[in-house]
């Protein structure tokens, strides 16, 4: 390091994502995009709604294919995020970056947000709307895992199943799920690429 460099480090030397949060966000969202475009395949073989998605934007071709496709993509969405969320709560990061959650906060950010005061400068802090989208997406991660085991296995995991008001009922919840992380992909890909120092952030950690 050079003397100038030391009393401050430029800030594309701060370290923002470790190496293991940038590996475990990345294998998420590939696990994601298969679940999500194998399940509106699945979904269009028994629609729960007057529509179904167009086959070009969904993957597996037909329902065996695409089952195929979601349980494999199951276990590394499931994987993955078993070891996300234990090294999130055990190294700390949850409770640094993404609590306390304070309703006020939330307000006033997404006030500044709407008349664009809201600053993107410390990448290494994120807004109370962050916290509050990540956590929510996070909370939908475990509900949608939960719910896709009840319409799995709905005699092994009866209990659950009964949790989320019989097979029918846990088919709407395991799609309001899905229609949840959707709506949140579509905020969360659009600000990474307004603030693409952000995106660099998390492809290179810095
Ligand atoms: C596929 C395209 C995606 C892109 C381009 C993307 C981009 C990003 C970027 C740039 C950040 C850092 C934000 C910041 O520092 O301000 C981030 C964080 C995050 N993203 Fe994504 N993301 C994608 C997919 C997903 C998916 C599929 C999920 C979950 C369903 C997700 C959940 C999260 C979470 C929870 C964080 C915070 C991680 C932490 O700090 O521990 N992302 N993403």
Redesign the pocket.
């Known amino acids: 390091m050079t003397a100038e460099a030391i009393p401050t480090r430029r800030a594309s030397t701060v370290s ?2 470790p190496g293991w ?1 940038r590996v475990c ?1 990345w294998v ?2 590939l696990a ?2 298969m679940m999500i475009g194998s399940g509106w395949q699945v979904y269009n073989a028994s629609p729960l709604f007057n529509f179904t998605f167009p086959r070009a934007i969904t993957l597996g071709e037909w329902l065996g294919g695409a089952l195929l496709w979601h349980f494999a993509a199951m276990w590394l969405l499931v994987v993955n995020g078993l070891v ?1 969320v234990t090294l ?1 709560f055990v190294t700390g ?2 409770r640094r ?2 609590l306390p959650i304070y309703p006020s906060e939330v307000l006033g950010d997404v006030k500044a947000a709407l008349t664009f005061k809201l600053s ?1 400068e410390d ?1 290494s802090h ?1 807004n109370a709307v ?1 916290k509050l989208l ?1 956590t929510g ?2 909370l ?2 475990v509900f949608i895992v939960l719910s896709g085991l009840s319409i799995w296995k709905p005699v092994q995991f009866h209990v659950l199943t009964m949790l989320f008001g019989g097979y029918d009922f846990a088919r709407y919840v395991h799609f309001t799920f899905m229609a949840a ?1 959707v709506a ?2 579509v905020v ?2 659009a ?3 307004l ?1 693409p120092k ?2 660099r ?2 492809i290179t950690g810095r």
Request: glycine letters at 6%; charged letters at 5%.
């Open positions: 923002i994502h949060v966000h998420n969202a994601i995009l996300y999130g990061r949850f970056k993404l993107h990448l994120y962050q990540y997406v996070l939908c991660g992380i949140f992909l969360h890909i600000l990474a690429l603030v952000s995106l952030a998390m």
